[in-house]
């Protein structure tokens, strides 16, 4: 039986009578994770077994939007500061929603990579201490590897399908043929999709982050207005590059006289990034053979990406797996369910092991 309820963030929580599997004899882990890459401190607990939907029992996330928005990005000295005063609080009330104890907790994990330095020891090195408090495994966990599998994490099965990772450092496209077995389709050149919503934004006087603000801007404009460039999409490769449509933009403004069209000008920008993303994940999922396509990273947010995609899906006969909203951006449930397929095969981490702020995926 399938339950759905909510926590006091409103955040959909994935429920199932774990009977079948005590009556099987299948082993049921409960994992505390943290999330601390970047500006986001986070921390969730799952439980799950193999065949069984995963259960999220808790996922805290302290947003640090507000502290940064003033300098127009993140500061990685105040980013680390502030997950040092958060994180602690995070945890317990993790325990407490979930309702465990911290000795019940089989195994415990952390995004290890890539990200600020400064930020990811915070979160390391608190999973490693209460690892160590507790006798139980540490898991590392790639924090790209989280936005990856986070579209199936109702479940403990990754089905083999081509996988597009687009958030504010990343544009990765991904052949995924379970989990652990990732082969690299394309990957940005430049700018990742997410830093080009950014600094675009910036350039319409639009406030940090710029994605969100870039999205409502768009509204009721002509996506049409402005005839921006899709670059690479004719080349032979998968890659990304998005530097040569955010300096188009500038150029654009420079001619721009009177009142700005600004709902045009984030239209026809939205649009183009749009055409990129799904015209190049559609020709990987004809190249591969893959008849089936992952969306994930905190730019699926965007409604009218997401649209675009389960629209070109349902065009080219393509099952689409979209990651749920509140597991868009940068979350600690993610890092659990990735580091739960790895404590249901039977492996950890090494406690003395070091925290890794440009590990790659693949």
Same mark, same amino acid.
């Given at each position: ?6 926590? *006091?963030?409103?955040?959909? %929580? !994935?429920?199932?009578?774990?009977? $079948? ?6 082993? #049921?882990?409960?994992?505390? $994770?943290?999330?601390?890459? =970047? ?6 607990? #799952? ?19 507000? @502290? ?14 502030? /997950? ?21 907790? *089989?195994?415990? $994990? ?21 690892? =160590? $408090? ?17 579209? !199936?994490? *109702?479940?403990?099965? #990754?089905?083999?399908? #081509? ?44 406030? &940090? ?16 207005? &402005? ?14 590059? !998005? ?7 500038? &150029? ?24 990129? %993303?799904?015209?190049?994940? %559609? ?26 995609? %389960? ?9 689409? /797996? ?5 597991? =868009? ?11 739960? @397929?790895? &404590? ?19």
């Amino acid at each position: 039986m399938k339950l759905w309820k909510k926590n *006091d963030f409103g955040f959909a %929580l !994935f429920s199932r009578d774990f009977t $079948a599997a005590f009556a099987l004899n299948l082993p #049921v882990a409960l994992l505390l $994770a943290i999330e601390s890459s =970047c500006d986001e401190t986070a921390v969730a607990i #799952v439980r799950g077994s193999v065949g069984q939907t995963t259960e999220v029992l808790a996922s805290e996330i302290h947003s640090q939007i507000e @502290l940064h928005r003033e300098h127009g990005g993140v500061v990685p000295e105040l980013a680390s500061r502030n /997950h040092s005063q958060h994180l602690r609080g995070l945890v317990e009330k993790a325990l407490a929603d979930a309702g465990v104890r911290m000795e019940e907790i *089989d195994a415990f $994990a952390a995004t290890t990579g890539p990200g600020l330095a400064s930020s990811l020891l915070i979160g390391s090195t608190a999973a490693k201490g209460m690892a =160590c $408090a507790t006798g139980r495994p540490f898991l590392g966990i790639n924090h790209l590897e989280g936005h990856l599998l986070s579209p !199936f994490l *109702d479940r403990t099965s #990754v089905p083999p399908h #081509v996988g597009l990772i687009v958030s504010g450092g990343h544009t990765l496209l991904l052949d995924v043929e379970g989990p652990g077995r990732y082969r690299k389709l394309g990957g940005t050149r430049d700018d990742a999709a997410g830093e080009a919503y950014d600094k675009v934004g910036k350039m319409l006087g639009l406030s &940090y982050p710029g994605g969100p603000e870039i999205e409502k801007a768009a509204l009721g404009g002509d996506p049409q207005a &402005y005839d921006f460039p899709r670059s690479m999409l004719h080349e032979p490769h998968l890659d990304f590059s !998005f530097s040569g449509l955010k300096t188009a933009v500038l &150029y654009t403004l420079q001619r721009e006289t009177g009142v700005l069209p600004l709902a045009d000008l984030a239209a026809s920008f939205q649009q183009a990034v749009i055409d990129i %993303l799904v015209r190049k994940t %559609l020709r990987a999922a004809e190249e591969t053979g893959r008849r089936e396509i992952a969306l994930s990273g905190g730019v699926s947010l965007n409604q009218a990406l997401r649209n675009a995609f %389960l629209l070109a899906a349902d065009r080219e006969g393509l099952e689409i /797996h979209l990651a749920s909203p509140v597991f =868009c951006t940068d979350n600690a449930a993610m890092i659990a369910f990735a580091a739960l @397929l790895r &404590y249901l095969a039977g492996k950890s981490s090494p406690l003395d092991g070091d925290i890794h702020p440009n590990l790659p995926l693949v």
